[in-house]
């Protein structure tokens, strides 16, 4: 099974649960099952949606807000969920998370990203593309801009559900 990006909407206090869980728990378990309608897994599509930002031209506020969505950031501790044998991430770095604010901003700057003129800006000819954004774009089954286009607005959605019901976001590879 290929290893692939993650990301959970979850409340800060599930997240305290789960913390709490991993505390009590002699074997650091924090019963982490997020629902899965709160669960979504976008594939390989990060490193592809951040080289046709890269390439369309999108400006550094814009890229930085996408870099922050599929990425995360530290700030939050999630060591309990990166902890033997119950590591949600074992196969990547470790799990990182945005807070609220955090997924707010985001859900705002992704909203505003034309992703159709960051693609209008590649070739036409979908090898041609897939040549110049690499990390095996070549490979997509389906359609390169059907894959993109559909991945980026999941998580365009994604942020934005999560920043209406002012939820964290969780991220890691599995």
């Known amino acids: 099974m290929a290893v692939t990006q993650q990301l959970a909407r979850i409340s800060a206090e599930y997240l305290a649960a789960c913390r709490q869980s991993a505390n009590a728990s002699p074997d650091g378990d924090p019963l982490w099952d997020p629902p899965s309608a709160d669960v979504l897994d ?8 951040e080289r ?9 506020v814009h890229g930085h807000a ?13 060591s309990f969920l990166n902890t033997h ?11 990182t998370a945005l807070s ?18 960051l ?22 089954v389906g359609g390169l801009t059907t894959y993109l286009v ?6 365009r959605e994604f942020y934005r559900c999560a920043s209406q019901r002012q939820l964290l976001v969780v991220l890691w590879w599995d």
């Open 150 to 155: 559909e991945h980026f607005n999941a998580l």
């Open 42 to 49: 976008l594939d390989w599509a990060p490193f592809l949606l």
């Open 119 to 140: 693609l209008a800006a590649l070739p036409a000819d979908e090898a041609e593309a897939a040549s110049l954004i690499g990390n095996g774009a070549d490979t997509i």
């Open 66 to 78: 996408l870099r922050l969505a599929l990425g995360g950031d530290s700030a939050v501790d999630l």
């Open 85 to 95: 044998p119950h590591a949600i991430g074992s196969f990547g770095p470790a799990p």
């Open 100 to 117: 609220t604010a955090q997924v707010a901003r985001a859900a705002e700057l992704l909203g505003q990203i034309d992703f159709p003129a």
């Open 52 to 60: 046709v930002c890269e390439l369309g031209g999108l400006d550094d």
